[in-house]
């Protein structure tokens, strides 16, 4: 895994850093899916989570909960099995 700071996310992708918040705000990328935070303040990004986002790969906690109306909470805690 290769994990880069926010900085070179928005050189990667030629984005602004405001846009990367945006879409973290918007739940476009998600905490411990395409991002971790090591400190209260620093955002590390899974690049190769992103490169998945991009191709439409992983989708994000609310584009699941649309799926699936059940799923209402992630992380090591949760049961986010779906029953079929």
């Given amino acids: 895994m290769e994990y ?3 900085n070179e996310l928005c050189t990667r992708l030629k984005l602004k850093r405001q846009t990367i918040y945006n ?3 918007k739940n476009k990328l998600n905490e411990n899916t395409h991002y971790f935070k090591p400190t ?4 590390r990004f899974d690049w190769e989570a992103i490169e998945a986002w991009l191709r439409g790969g992983v ?3 609310k584009e699941m ?3 699936n109306p059940e799923i209402t909470e992630t992380g090591p805690n949760a049961n986010n099995l779906i029953n079929i």
């Fill in 23 to 25: 879409l973290i705000y």
């Fill in 40 to 43: 209260k303040k620093i955002l």
């Fill in 4 to 6: 880069i700071d926010i």
């Fill in 65 to 67: 909960r649309d799926i």
């Fill in 59 to 61: 989708p994000t906690h």
